[in-house]
């Protein structure tokens, strides 16, 4: 059986390896956030993607949409491929990737989402909708779903002293990427544009080119510690402390645990939650406060949210370093409820700032779920197959991403049709939400450490 | 049991490849921040 040890493919690519990525005394640990940040900031695209919608049902007709057009329920499909294929490629490479390294991952990761952009393209120039599913959707996606697990264990290594805020720091980069795609993606598509071409096919080509390179730089910056290492003045805890385990649980014994259970459902209905609404947000800003928030403002209010899901990336992940993993859950889930059974009232008081400042509270916390988690399950699982074990919970994304926006849009349709006006249509929704949050609380809560019949031989850890 | 290595790096060249990894991620955020700042304005207005 290969090890992470014995890994080493030679040959051209040998540099990828991991044993060519261990860092020479002197190495600066805080140049791993900047190479996470490389690949992250380039991913998160993907909450941007929605730019492209509306230019490509013209493709052909240019200034409207010809018969022979893409619709846009077609083109909805692309976003939704992606996001399944980013958890199926996290649950099925984290093995391969803790064995690997994080070099080869990102290398791959760099491939796969700016090679995605390069089908698609062929795919737009062709007008062959199948060749962008197959290049956004599945390639790209993969290379979404190694791009996001393959910083997350290197950066728990190099900071077993502050978990949270190193991850924090990089899963921020994921919720920043679309602050820079979306107006990148604008600018773009004027350029490119000419009478009788929406642009569509150069902003792939441009965008494949520029993240493949910008992910590749990050792939060239990263190390991984020599083994022993740690940083100055850390002295790994010798015993455990409540939920922060010292033993290592294997990636397939993770997995027969009730704790990755709940944390899969903790995860679940924080993301359903946070998606279903950010999903939704330029619609629901404009129907609550109808005449008062115009649709150049509420794209304003979406990103705004955007922003604030990154900052709380960031500050919810540093946090839980001090107040604990347990608790940050326990915040997001009691303050998250309170928020979303407020926001109704937000709308029948009338207060546009009340309702702003609460959802932006809001998509802190959705943000700081994602950023979170690894730290969580470090502490609950160790940190030998951290990488994979998070690869696996991220199916709980996958299945937020399909239940979230599902459970806002088809709530609103049923209010709708029973006669509620617009602006209140949305109430029914955010206390069911704010349910969820309930629920979440409740598992977040049963929290407990894992069994030692799960823990792995000291002996094998290193093997 | 495996010896526990430490490194503490203050050379100047560390310095430059950090702020030269820094900034090439930085502009990047801070120009998405400033336009996202920018489009947030409108709904205050």
Request: glycine residues 12%; contains cysteine; aromatic residues 12%.
């Amino acid at each position: 059986m290969a090890t992470a040890v014995q890994a080493d493919s030679g040959g051209i690519f040998s540099w990828l390896d991991r044993t060519h990525t261990v860092a020479k005394p002197g190495f600066s640990r805080w140049l791993v956030p900047p190479a996470a940040l490389c690949v992250h900031l380039c991913i998160g695209q993907v909450y941007a993607f929605s730019v492209f919608n509306l230019p490509m049902t013209k493709l052909i007709g240019i200034t409207s949409s010809a018969p022979d057009d893409w619709k846009l329920t077609e083109l909805g499909w692309i976003f939704s491929i992606a996001i399944v294929f980013l958890g199926l490629s996290a649950a099925f490479t984290g093995t391969w990737l803790d064995r690997v390294g994080p070099r080869k991952a990102m290398f791959t990761a760099a491939l796969c989402f700016g090679g995605g952009f390069l089908v698609s393209a062929l795919g737009v120039h062709l007008h062959q909708l199948w060749l962008v599913y197959l290049g956004y959707g599945v390639l790209g996606g993969c290379g979404l779903g190694i791009g996001y697990i393959s910083p997350v264990k290197t950066l728990i290594t190099w900071f077993p002293d502050r978990p949270g805020m190193a991850t924090g720091m990089a899963i921020m980069g994921f919720g920043g990427g679309a602050l820079i795609a979306s107006p990148l993606s604008v600018w773009l598509m004027q350029h490119f544009a000419t009478p009788d071409n929406v642009g569509v096919t150069g902003t792939f080509i441009t965008m494949g080119l520029i993240y493949m390179v910008f992910m590749m730089v990050g792939a060239v910056i990263v190390r991984v510690p020599a083994k022993g290492w740690a940083p100055e003045g850390y002295v790994a805890p010798a015993q455990p402390k409540k939920l922060i385990t010292t033993a290592n649980v294997h990636v397939d014994e993770a997995l027969k645990t009730p704790q990755f259970y709940l944390l899969w459902g903790v995860l679940c209905l924080n993301v359903t939650a946070g998606i279903g609404v950010l999903g939704q947000a330029s619609a629901m800003s404009q129907e609550m406060f109808p005449g008062r928030i115009s649709a150049l403002a509420a794209s304003g209010f979406v990103g705004l949210l955007s922003l604030f899901n990154m900052l709380g990336r960031f500050f919810w992940a540093s946090t839980s370093d001090y107040i604990g993993r347990r608790n940050t859950y326990m915040i997001f889930f009691a303050l998250g409820l309170a928020l979303y059974a407020a926001v109704p009232w937000t709308g029948e008081i009338g207060s546009i700032v009340l309702f702003v400042a609460f959802y932006c509270v809001i998509m802190t916390m959705y943000g700081g779920g994602f950023a979170t988690i690894p730290a969580y399950l470090k502490d609950v699982f160790g940190t030998r197959y951290v990488g994979a074990i998070h690869g696996r919970l991220l199916t709980a994304w996958s299945t937020a991403g399909v239940l979230g926006p599902v459970l806002v849009n088809y709530i609103r349709e049923y209010q709708i049709d029973q006669g509620v006006p617009k602006a209140d249509a949305y109430s029914v929704t955010m206390y069911i939400m704010a349910g969820l949050l309930l629920v979440g609380f409740i598992l977040n809560y049963l929290m407990h450490p894992v069994d030692k019949r799960h823990h792995m031989n000291p002996e094998d850890v290193n093997s | 049991m495996t010896k526990t290595i430490h490194h503490e790096d203050v050379s100047g060249a560390n310095t430059i490849k950090l702020a030269l990894a820094w900034t090439f991620v930085g502009i990047p955020l801070l120009w998405g921040v400033y336009h996202t700042l920018t489009n947030a304005v409108l709904l205050f207005k």
